[in-house]
């Protein structure tokens, strides 16, 4: 593993007309995974919005990065993570910008009872949390909560803007797709974890 890493750490990919390098760490062995990905793409945003007031829903990028926002996760005990349910989430302050990895897919899906569409709730929720003209991002793999799959073929979330991004080699290489590439995309299958995610954007 640490051979892969160090071979290919400089490799990059295109996203929504931007280069970015993969995100290849230790930790978790991103650079087996979705993480690769994800991670930079987020940051890219979170480096945009430095000094202002910052919110992740799942606690991921403090495994890897050291800056000032605040975290809830729901299940994940950490030193600074509020345990609460996003649903029900409501600090005494508003944020200029929200942003989850790979965390909202389980919400109400990996739960007991499991709450069909408990995400609309969620995002209706941190949309709420938001300043004017803050702005929420989030990434999710499709192929693992069939709720969440069903919502983005029928066009059920709310969001701004919607992209796509699909696995597309063994050695977790990725390329843009659109959605009728991904559609019926397969979690674990060819490849392990994600194997197509969705980048969505709310503005407000």
């Not at 299940?75 to 944020?95: C, L, R, S, T, W």
């Not at 709450?115 to 499709?142: F, Q, S």
Request: glycine share 8%.
């Amino acid at each position: 593993e640490h051979l892969y890493y160090q071979i290919f750490k400089n490799r990059c990919f295109q996203f929504d007309g931007k280069t970015y390098r993969y995100f290849y760490h230790l930790y978790n062995t991103t650079f087996r995974k979705e993480r690769s990905v994800e991670i930079p793409i987020i940051m890219g945003y979170v480096e945009g919005e430095k000094g202002k007031a910052i919110l992740e829903v799942g606690n991921v990028l403090s495994n890897y990065f050291s800056f000032d926002h605040d975290v809830v996760d729901k299940y994940e005990m950490a030193e600074g993570v509020v345990n609460q349910d996003i649903v029900g989430f409501a600090p005494q302050k508003k944020y200029d910008l929200i942003v989850s990895i790979s965390t909202l897919e389980h919400v109400g899906w990996d739960e007991t009872p499991r709450e069909k569409d408990k995400i609309l709730k969620a995002l209706e929720n941190m949309r709420g949390l938001l300043n004017n003209g803050g702005r929420i991002v989030v990434t999710m793999p499709l192929g693992y909560n069939a709720d969440l799959d069903r919502l983005l073929r029928e066009k059920k979330l709310a969001v701004t803007g919607m992209r796509f991004l699909k696995r597309a080699s063994a050695d977790n290489q990725w390329r843009e797709a659109d959605f009728d590439e991904v559609e019926n995309i397969r979690y674990g299958y060819p490849y392990q974890n994600a194997n197509a995610i969705v980048v969505g954007v709310i503005q407000k």
